[in-house]
């Protein structure tokens, strides 16, 4: 059976968190978990808020979820200090009544996120003043820093987004003014699959094509990589909203692939 577009989506970015996962759970200082509850990869902080950390993939990957594994996953969190987290939804792996199905068990919508991908093709140029290149563990703070500050990470996980760095098949970018960090950007690559993430800019080189550039520097390099698939996601369009990042994706020849929704304990 051949496997759709967004199942290989998911599959990728769950990839990529888990090798980022496994890059730091070892060390003692980060408090980070797994649990899987069926089908649900459920990743859990105490200490760390962000729900870049705090959130459930694969939910009904397997068989269409039920409300006693809703229920196990709500109280899994509850258990583990955790209010507030987000569970990932595709609404074609539930049943027509899924709505009804995760308000029963305790949970309400929130804010989605918008998938996106592109293959092979044209990759518009980009005109910035900033240095855009690569980056090792000699720059891994500074990345940690603008990554931290602009996805509302606490300071004291910054060493596990540092970690990053020389997690497997990931490779991440900086824009420099000077020998001043401007921006960052994240690429991980496997199986022929591209994920691209953590693309942040500090408020002061902010309208300077820091993330345009760093967005085809990207894409040039999964592709040099022999990629043919691309992927990558924003919030979902709202009103009040000003979507520079979803425009930037747009111009840089991604398509939307598909919704994706968020749901939360209901509450919190």
Same mark, same amino acid.
């Given at each position: 059976?051949?496997?759709?577009? /967004? ?15 496994? %890059?730091?759970?070892? $060390? ?20 760390? $808020? ?37 569970? =990932? ?28 991908? &592109? ?21 891994? /703070? ?47 690559? =496997? ?20 993330? $345009?550039? #760093? ?13 043919? %698939? ?13 979507? =520079?990042?979803? &425009?930037? #994706? ?13 749901? #939360?304990?209901?509450?919190?």
């Amino acid at each position: 059976m051949r496997t759709s577009n /967004s199942a290989l989506a998911e599959i990728v970015e769950a990839q990529a968190l888990q090798s980022w996962f496994d %890059s730091v759970s070892a $060390s003692p200082r980060c408090k980070w978990s797994l649990v899987t509850i069926g089908d649900a990869q459920c990743y859990v902080s105490a200490t760390e $808020s962000s729900i870049l950390v705090n959130r459930v993939l694969g939910l009904g990957s397997v068989g269409q979820p039920t409300t006693d594994q809703l229920t196990r996953i709500r109280q899994f969190y509850e258990d583990a200090g955790v209010s507030r987290f987000f569970l =990932h939804v595709l609404p074609d792996r539930f049943g027509p009544d899924y709505a009804t199905l995760l308000q029963a068990a305790g949970y309400e919508r929130y804010r989605g996120w918008m998938k996106f991908s &592109r293959g092979a093709g044209e990759v518009a140029p980009v005109t910035t003043d900033l240095s855009l290149r690569q980056i090792g563990p000699e720059h891994a /703070s500074a990345f940690a820093a603008i990554v931290s500050d602009a996805f509302d990470f606490d300071v004291d996980f910054q060493a596990a987004i540092a970690a990053l760095i020389s997690a497997p098949n990931w490779r991440v970018y900086m824009s420099f003014d000077g020998a001043t960090p401007a921006g960052t950007g994240a690429l991980f690559m =496997h199986d022929g699959m591209a994920y691209l993430d953590f693309g942040a800019t500090h408020p002061k080189f902010r309208r300077r094509g820091a993330q $345009s550039g #760093i967005l085809s520097m990207r894409i040039c390099a999964a592709l040099e990589a022999g990629c043919t %698939s691309i992927v990558t996601m924003t919030g979902e369009a709202v009103p009040g909203d000003e979507q =520079h990042s979803y &425009r930037n #994706i747009q111009k840089a020849g991604f398509e939307e692939t598909y919704l994706r929704e968020n749901w #939360i304990p209901a509450g919190k």
